[in-house]
């Protein structure tokens, strides 16, 4: 591990004052959460900052439920939100993406706002004894053309980055209209969660808007009669503490059988969560017959490109979609 030295700020401003003087990505200063996507990076060399900022204590971590929607302060721990029984009540698919992340021990340890910063677990991104990975080092090239591209996007990609977005709860949040409050040194502001993401185009490297410094204070989710019918489908290579292969996060309003309005997003197939505008409006006014269904499912997948071991994500994502909206249909 490079050496570093931890700062503990008394409060946000500092924090912000010291991280802001340090530019944008892999700066020499960066800020630490819980630790738990951090430390492994520090362990492996992907990131070397001289001085980490810990955030502990400094952010709100309140979950509130309410009569305009859902608001959780960016250090809430991602097992105080799965558990929490307003959260499994109203938004059953952010407590369902919460639980099938990660372990127990580490959605005690992780907070909201660090899950939704991780870094992507593109094998070749996390080891830097592969030297070409443009988003741990611009213009070094990209080692999974040509590699075990198993892992990787179908949707989004670029030809110097394919590398999937990792977070489960970025896919359910999306999905639900969700946007961050975001804080800097001299303004606040807030961003729709869906534009918070850039795609990689030709600087992978720039993962989200954020400008130097900047926090993430809080979540919040707008109420929508969608909520409570929502389910999170995660399709993964072992039943615990694994990665989504393919993920589908879905609200449906119903109209008695018909659908009225749908919000679906997909996970592990895209360079950022991925929604589905597409098949939401193909979705709208459908039984839910399997059929139309597949129907409205095969629609995702029509600017989505295999790069060969992730061909199979194609069909799968459609087949995760058609469950998704079957389970949520099916939901009181
Ligand atoms: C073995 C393992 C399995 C996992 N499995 C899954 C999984 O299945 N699904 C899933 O979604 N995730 C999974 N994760 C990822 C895990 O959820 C994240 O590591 C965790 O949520 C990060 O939160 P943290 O508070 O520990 O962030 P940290 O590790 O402290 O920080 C992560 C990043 O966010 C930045 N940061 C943190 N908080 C803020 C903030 N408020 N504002 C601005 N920047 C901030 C940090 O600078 C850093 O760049 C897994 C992790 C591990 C180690
Ligand atoms: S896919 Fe992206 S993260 Fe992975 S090696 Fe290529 S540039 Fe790096």
Not at 73 to 84: I, L, P, Q, R
Not at 190 to 211: C, G, K, M, W
Request: hydrophobic content about 45%; proline content about 5%; overall charge positive.
């Amino acid at each position: 591990m490079h050496p570093f030295s931890l700062e503990r700020p008394r409060d946000l401003a500092a924090a912000l004052a010291l991280r802001a003087q340090a530019g944008r990505n892999d700066a020499p200063v960066e800020y630490i959460a819980g630790g738990t996507d951090m430390v492994q990076l520090l362990q492996e060399y992907v990131r070397r900052p001289e001085r980490l900022v810990s955030l502990a204590g400094l952010l709100d971590n309140r979950i509130e439920v309410g009569p305009k929607g859902l608001r959780v302060g960016a250090a809430a721990m991602m097992a105080d939100v799965a558990g929490h029984p307003s959260v499994v009540e109203q938004y059953p698919v952010i407590a369902e993406a919460l639980l099938n992340s990660a372990s127990p021990q580490i959605r005690n340890q992780a907070t909201m706002g660090g899950n939704l910063l991780q870094r992507t677990r593109c094998p070749y991104f996390r080891d830097v004894g592969y030297a070409a990975c443009n988003k741990r080092s611009p213009g070094s090239g990209c080692a999974a053309f040509g590699g075990d591209n198993r892992w990787h996007a179908l949707l989004g990609t670029s030809e110097n980055c394919i590398a999937t977005h990792a977070s489960d709860l970025a896919v359910a949040l999306v999905a639900l209209d969700a946007a961050i409050d975001v804080r800097g040194v001299s303004a606040q502001r807030t961003v729709a969660l869906n534009d918070f993401y850039r795609l990689p185009a030709s600087t992978p490297h720039i993962e989200t808007v954020l400008q130097p410094g900047e926090v993430i204070a809080a979540i919040t989710v707008p109420l929508s009669p969608a909520t409570r019918r929502s389910h999170y489908l995660k399709v993964r290579d072992r039943a615990s503490f694994e990665f989504a292969v393919v993920s589908a996060a879905v609200a449906l309003e119903m109209d008695g059988a018909r659908i009225r309005q749908a919000r679906v997003a997909l996970g592990g197939v895209g360079t950022k969560p991925w929604r589905v505008p597409r098949v939401e409006a193909a979705l709208t006014g459908a039984s839910l017959d399997p059929t139309a269904l597949r129907r409205a499912a095969a629609l995702a997948a029509q600017s989505a490109r295999g790069r060969g071991h992730n061909d199979f994500k194609i069909e799968l994502m459609q087949r995760a979609i058609v469950r998704a909206v079957e389970t949520a249909g099916a939901r009181a």
